[in-house]
């Protein structure tokens, strides 16, 4: 049927007016995806972006391309994806530094609270409590008795991080506060420099990453007194929770997760929780983080949205009353 003239430019006005989303839109996606990987090929971040990487490609029908970008405690990585197109084509893979950076690295040129759309959590790694066998303390009672007496004599225990502002520091931190004494921090650059320092005996103590300390106690070559989760970890279930001995509430894990630059429309975003938490479901990739020492989370994008506020807001409160550098 002929429309009159008028009819007709009342029609094609109203579509000239309708929202975006009610038009046709490109399927997404119809090219290669760009995983940046904020830390070096090995770590953990890393190994689980390669990992799931060709389970996300067979999802979405694109190769999943990793890109390596690493310095600057993540933030070089962290700008590259800030001010990139919110299309769905630039990803994040990003650590525990998500949370500290903002703290720690000063001049940034975008920020971590607004820059970024969290998709979801990837992966939870518990720490370890461990200390060197010459230590006079076989149980965490023992060992927070210990501690005390020596830093009231002024002869404070000594630890080992993987490096000022890093979760094994942060971790001892927010540990130390909660003990009420104080010990003598030194840094590593990383933690296999860490671990070596405490099994020479150059440190005493350490909060170790499950991955770098499980054998170790097994072995006997270190003791380990608890650790960090809410609940025991099943390589070492003898050892108990800091939360579960004298310290209720404690909780610290390294993780990592996956961002979108803000603005990523959410039926994107949606599709990205989605595949990725398929992704980590796979028995093969569960078995192999399991066996690494890694968690698998997959979590909601709003739950992880609140788990990274929360854990910037508490990142935030050590390094103030801690005085956490990167010097």
Not at 172 to 198: C, D, I, K, Y
Not at 220 to 233: D, P
Request: charged fraction near 10%.
């Amino acid at each position: 049927m002929k429309l009159p003239p008028l009819a007709r430019r009342t029609l094609l006005a109203g579509a000239a007016t309708l929202p975006l989303p009610a038009l046709a839109q490109p399927a997404w996606p119809t090219r290669p995806i760009r995983a940046i990987v904020s830390f070096p090929p090995g770590g953990a971040i890393d190994t689980t972006t390669r990992l799931i990487a060709p389970f996300l490609s067979e999802s979405l029908g694109q190769p999943i391309v990793i890109e390596n970008r690493t310095g600057a405690t993540g933030t070089i990585a962290g700008g590259a994806v800030a001010s990139a197109a919110p299309d769905g084509y630039t990803l994040l893979f990003d650590a525990s530094t998500h949370a500290s950076a903002p703290h720690l690295v000063r001049n940034l040129n975008f920020s971590y609270a607004t820059a970024f759309s969290p998709v979801t959590q990837l992966t939870s790694v518990p720490l370890i409590l461990v200390a060197h066998p010459s230590v006079p303390a076989n149980t965490i009672a023992e060992f927070l008795a210990l501690g005390r007496a020596r830093a009231a004599a002024g002869q404070p225990l000594v630890y080992a991080s993987s490096g000022n502002g890093s979760a094994a520091h942060y971790a001892a931190v927010l540990f130390l506060q909660r003990a009420g004494w104080e010990a003598t921090h030194v840094p590593f650059r990383g933690g296999g420099p860490a671990v070596q320092a405490l099994l020479s005996g150059t440190v005493q103590f350490h909060m170790g990453t499950a991955a770098s300390s499980t054998a170790l106690v097994q072995a006997g070559q270190l003791k380990g007194y608890a650790v960090t989760t809410r609940e025991r970890i099943p390589q070492l279930p003898a050892l108990p929770t800091l939360n579960e001995s004298g310290m209720p509430g404690y909780e610290w894990t390294e993780w990592g997760g996956v961002f979108a630059p803000a603005g990523t429309p959410a039926p994107i975003l949606d599709r990205l929780n989605t595949v990725i938490g398929q992704a980590l479901g796979q028995a093969a990739v569960r078995e192999r983080l399991n066996a690494i020492g890694m968690l698998p989370v997959a979590s909601p994008r709003a739950a992880f949205a609140t788990y990274v506020r929360e854990q910037q807001e508490l990142v935030g409160r050590l390094t103030r009353e801690a005085n956490v550098t990167l010097d």
